[in-house]
C-alpha cells in the first residue's frame, strides 16, 4: 500500500465507520460460525496497525506479522509483543501446524501468487484448524483505490470458490458482506469516475455520515454466516485444514 495509507489507517482505524463495523462483523462471526477452541491459539496475517488484534485476543492468545515496519511497531504496542515480519507467500520462521485460527483480513487480493499464499497459510494450521479471510468484492469496481492499495485482484464469487477449492483447504462458508451500503457505494464509484475524481474512498466522513455508515454497516453482524447476502462490497470465507485422521478409514 501507499504510504499515505498506512498512515491514515493509523489515524482513524478506531474511528472510521468501516473498521468499526467491520470488527463486529468478524467478531460475530467467530463467534458464531468459525468456533475456535478455548484458549486458542491464533494468527492475523497482515494485522496492519493492530486494530483487530484486541478483538482477535478474545478468542485466545494472538500472534500475528506484518511487513510494513512503521504498522508493525504500532500492532506491537497494541499487542504487546512482537509482530513477525513474515511475507506472504512464504510465510519463512513460522511454526507449520501451529495455529487453530489464521486470519487473512483484506491481505490476498495483495499477493500476486494468491494460491501460494493459501498453500502456506495452510501449513502452519493445525489439523482441522480454520481459515477466516476477506477480500475485495467485483473487479467491475476496480479504481484508484485498488491502485494505491496495491491489489492485485478484486474477488467474484466464482474466483474465489475456485481458489479455495484448488487450495489444500476445505471450503466451508462463503459469502458477500457489506450487503447494504453496496448500491450507495456503486452510485458512488461510477458518479466519482463520471466526473473524473476516481480517488480512494477511506477518508473519514463527518461525524454524523461516519455514524449512520457504521450503524448500518455493523448491523449486518446479525446476518452474516446465518442467511446469503446480496452482492455487496466484501466477500468472506471460512475454510478448514484436513483433520489429523481424515484419510485414515479410506479404502
Not at 2 to 7: G, N
Not at 27 to 32: D, G, K, P, S
Request: with cysteine; net charge neutral.
Amino acid at each position: 500500500m501507499e504510504r499515505q495509507i498506512y498512515d491514515r489507517m493509523a489515524d482513524h482505524d478506531e474511528r472510521h465507520w468501516w473498521y468499526t463495523a467491520r470488527r463486529q462483523i468478524l467478531e460475530q462471526l467467530i463467534c458464531r460460525n468459525v468456533r475456535p477452541p478455548a484458549n486458542a491459539r491464533i494468527l492475523e496475517v497482515g494485522c496492519g496497525t493492530g486494530h483487530s488484534l484486541p478483538m482477535l485476543r478474545r478468542f485466545g492468545e494472538v500472534e500475528a506479522v506484518e511487513i510494513d515496519p512503521s504498522s508493525r511497531a504500532k500492532a506491537e504496542q497494541r499487542l504487546g509483543k512482537p509482530v513477525h515480519d513474515s511475507p506472504l507467500p512464504e510465510l519463512p520462521g513460522l511454526e507449520a501446524g501451529a495455529f487453530d485460527l489464521i486470519c487473512v483480513l483484506d491481505v490476498i487480493e495483495h499477493i500476486a501468487d494468491d494460491r501460494a499464499a493459501l498453500v502456506a497459510l495452510a501449513a502452519r494450521l493445525k489439523p482441522g484448524g480454520k481459515l477466516l479471510m476477506t477480500v475485495p468484492a467485483h473487479q467491475w469496481m476496480w479504481s484508484s483505490h485498488d491502485v494505491a492499495n496495491h491489489h492485485h485482484r478484486r474477488y467474484s464469487r466464482a474466483t474465489l470458490l475456485a481458489l479455495l477449492t484448488n487450495s489444500p483447504l476445505k471450503l466451508e462458508q462463503i459469502g458477500f458482506f457489506n450487503s447494504l451500503l453496496f448500491p450507495l457505494a456503486v452510485a458512488s464509484r461510477f458518479a466519482g469516475k463520471l466526473r473524473g475524481k476516481d480517488g480512494s474512498d477511506d477518508a473519514l466522513p463527518p461525524r454524523p455520515v461516519n455514524a449512520l455508515f457504521a450503524a448500518v454497516f455493523a448491523a449486518e453482524r446479525h446476518l452474516v454466516g446465518r442467511i446469503s447476502l446480496t452482492p455487496g462490497l466484501s466477500l468472506f470465507a471460512i475454510a478448514s485444514a484436513p483433520a489429523a485422521d481424515s484419510g485414515a478409514n479410506a479404502t
